[in-house]
């Protein structure tokens, strides 16, 4: 068979797989009312926690947060609950309110969870793409590991679009969030380029991105452990 008729057989087996997955890895964990960070005062909108880069598995805390904060292991295996994969549909409109996924018996649940979401996604052109998040509480943004979008603090449904340069191909995306509350809880999350979930891409790979009318070869990304 044809070497070039083999290689779009290949990737639109790995769209249709891809498609289906379409989304981000979404980790859970659940932290109990005794952890000293739940059940504080609510902050309002309380940007300047972490740090612009992201050099780790969960985001540096800056002077600030060291302040407003106790014990900044949110993110920690301890604490996971467990793994999916949220849709780009989930992220848009299923986790708006009254969103409380983790309930492990722990004292307090199903309040006081955090979630880490992780992937890539593929951008049409070199331009300013514009976004839109909302959350309640904490959540931060980070694409390509620095800070894109700062919605830190206790505080309700917080909604912002957002802007940010992008040039043409493959990005990493990564999201950190928190519900450390018991009044309600929610993220939503519109985000206008092919998601797709971590580790979805396979070594080596390629695909054809038809929702953006384009061909793209990728490799898969490597994550940072």
């Known amino acids: 068979m044809n070497k070039k008729i083999t290689l779009l057989i290949t990737a639109a087996f790995i769209l249709m797989t891809g498609m ?21 005062w609510i902050t309002g909108l309380d940007q300047g926690y972490v740090e612009n880069s992201l ?66 996604f ?13 959350s309640d509480d904490d959540s931060w943004l980070f694409i390509d590991d620095a800070l894109t979008l700062d919605l830190g603090g206790v505080h309700g449904m917080t909604s912002t679009n957002y802007t940010v340069n992008l040039t043409t191909g493959w990005h990493d995306i990564d999201i950190f969030f928190a519900e450390r509350h018991t009044t309600a809880s929610g993220f939503r999350l519109n985000f206008f ?25 990728a490799a898969r990304r490597f994550k940072k452990n």
């Open 122 to 134: 593929y951008v049409a052109s070199d331009m300013a793409y514009t976004y839109h998040m909302s």
């Open 193 to 217: 380029s092919d998601l797709v979930p971590d580790d979805a891409i396979p070594e080596p790979g390629s695909m054809i991105l038809l929702g953006l009318g384009l061909v793209g070869f």
């Open 20 to 40: 289906a997955n379409a989304g981000l890895t979404g980790t859970y964990y659940n932290l109990s009312d005794q952890h000293p960070d739940m059940q504080r």
């Open 55 to 120: 050099t780790g598995d969960a985001p540096t805390l800056t002077a600030y947060g060291a302040s407003r904060v106790i014990q900044w292991d949110w993110w920690n295996a301890a604490y996971e609950s467990f793994t999916r994969i949220d849709s780009d549909a989930d992220l848009q409109t299923n986790f708006q309110s009254g969103w409380f996924p983790t309930n492990d018996g722990l004292s307090g649940d199903p309040y006081h969870f955090a979630v880490k979401w992780s992937g890539s």
